[in-house]
């Protein structure tokens, strides 16, 4: 019986190499993370609000 095995390859071109499914979940991943840190710089903010320069001016504010 013939063993066969298959050798892993990193490879940086996504649509060349990686399946339907590998980039689906980088795509799923990419997303998840993007939230996570839009969230995680919103709840920063929102802790921050009342924060202020002698001025009176907030020290942090959120530029869209």
Known sequence: MK?????????TE???TWSVL???A???????L????????EEYIASQTQ???SSGRK??????
């Open 34 to 41: 993007q939230q996570a840190l839009e969230l995680e710089i």
């Open 51 to 53: 924060d202020t320069e």
């Open 3 to 11: 063993r066969y095995t298959q050798e892993k390859v990193f490879c």
């Open 26 to 32: 980088s795509k799923g991943a990419h997303k998840m």
């Open 59 to 64: 020290t942090i504010v959120h530029n869209s």
């Open 22 to 24: 590998e980039q689906l």
């Open 14 to 16: 996504k649509s060349e």
